[in-house]
């Protein structure tokens, strides 16, 4: 099995920032894609940000410009990091990374639990 931890989230006043973690750990032969997702109240779990493994990333048009996301594959982490945060980046924040637990087997994808983020005045 896979667990991954999540670590970071709080609350903060608009135009503030922070940082999340995401540390995968377990049976891990190697990891293809990580990402983040979010989910505000009501509504479904959106894309945020992703990175592959060759070091491409991509993100979700609303958070372009303000949120980076960065892996250090030595460690099997992924960090998203929030600048210039708003209201409407309110929600849990949810890590996954697709693993192959062992050679030649097909990518699972893992969720962390869940982090908060708050973004009020």
């Known amino acids: 099995q896979v667990q991954l931890v999540e670590s970071g989230g709080g609350s903060v006043q608009p135009g503030g920032s922070l940082r999340l973690s995401c540390a995968a750990s377990?049976?891990?032969?190697?990891?293809?894609?990580m990402g983040w997702y979010r989910q505000a109240p009501g509504k479904e779990r959106d894309v945020v940000a992703l990175s592959t493994n060759g070091g491409a990333t991509s993100y979700a048009d609303s958070v372009k410009g303000r949120f980076t996301i960065s892996r250090d594959n030595a460690k099997n982490t992924v960090y998203l990091q929030m600048v210039s945060l708003k209201p409407g980046d309110t929600a849990v924040y949810y890590c996954y990374a697709d693993v192959q637990n062992r050679w030649l087997t097909i990518p699972q994808r893992y969720w962390g639990q869940g982090t908060q983020v708050t973004v009020s005045s």
């Open positions: 377990g049976s891990i032969f190697s990891i293809n894609d």
